[in-house]
T-cell receptor, first 115, second 115 residues
Framework: AQSVAQPEDQVNVAEGNPLTVKCTYS??????LFWYVQYPNRGLQFLLK??????LVKGSYGFEAEFNKSQTSFHLKKPSALVSDSALYFC???FGGGATNKLIFGTGTLLAVQP | GAGVSQSPSNKVTEKGKDVELRCDPI?????LYWYRQSLGQGLEFLIY????????KSGLPSDRFSAERTGGSVSTLTIQRTQQEDSAVYLC?????????????FGQGTRLTVV
């Protein structure tokens, strides 16, 4: 079955350190990959997406993600974490390669950045 | 409006009652989505509207769930004979033309509690 996995419920990192939030997906065709962020008491916000082209995608707030086809991963990264980055992060995948607009979301990873 | 608006923000209902959840998308957005977010789980796709095309209802969990979009704008999600397992946050999103090539904007959600 098509699925998206975020193996870590929570990631803790000190401010100024690099951060990684992991995402893997089940193999199926040419997936379209997305990251969304949910700040406390706010709606989900789009961060970045990979459709095609360069495997390294840059998005909002200094975040980037790398598409790795051989490992079926799309990990979210940032070189230097800020306390304000603390939020719930969701990876999402469209397995239809454009044939459908249905997104399958992961269960989310809570990022906690300590000052 | 400036963003996707959902109402009510909170709804408590008795088991067996019907509820209606409303979504006002961003003006001009042709695509509208409903998702459900349960505690400890990711976002579950429910239904997708795109312009005048037939909606993708493949995510609706049972025939107690239905949704309509009048005039290509406002959408209503109806849950009949509510059950306790329907308790969740129901999120609406809209985009210019689907997730794939444009950013999806999410509302704050409606928190439904069935008692």
């Amino acid at each position: 079955a098509q699925s998206v996995a975020q193996p870590e419920d929570q990631v803790n990192v000190a401010e100024g350190n690099p951060l990684t939030v992991k995402c893997t997906y089940s193999v199926s065709g040419n997936p379209y990959l997305f990251w969304y962020v949910q700040y406390p008491n706010r709606g989900l916000q789009f961060l970045l997406k990979y459709i095609t082209g360069d495997n390294l995608v840059k998005g909002s707030y200094g975040f980037e993600a790398e598409f790795n086809k051989s490992q079926t991963s799309f990990h979210l990264k940032k070189p230097s974490a800020l306390v304000s980055d603390s939020a719930l992060y969701f990876c999402a995948v469209n397995f239809g390669g454009g044939a459908t607009n249905k997104l399958i979301f992961g269960t989310g990873t809570l990022l906690a950045v300590q000052p | 409006g400036a963003g996707v608006s959902q109402s009510p923000s909170n709804k408590v209902t008795e088991k067996g009652k019907d509820v209606e959840l409303r979504c006002d998308p961003i003006s001009g957005h042709t695509a509208l989505y409903w998702y459900r977010q349960s505690l400890g789980q990711g976002l579950e796709f429910l239904i997708y509207f795109q312009g005048n095309s037939a909606p993708d209802k493949s995510g609706l969990p049972s025939d107690r769930f239905s949704a309509e979009r009048t005039g290509g704008s406002v959408s209503t999600l109806t849950i009949q004979r509510t059950q306790q397992e329907d308790s969740a946050v129901y999120l609406c999103a809209s985009s210019l033309g689907g997730h794939l090539n444009t950013e999806a904007f999410f509302g704050q959600g409606t928190r439904l509690t069935v008692v």
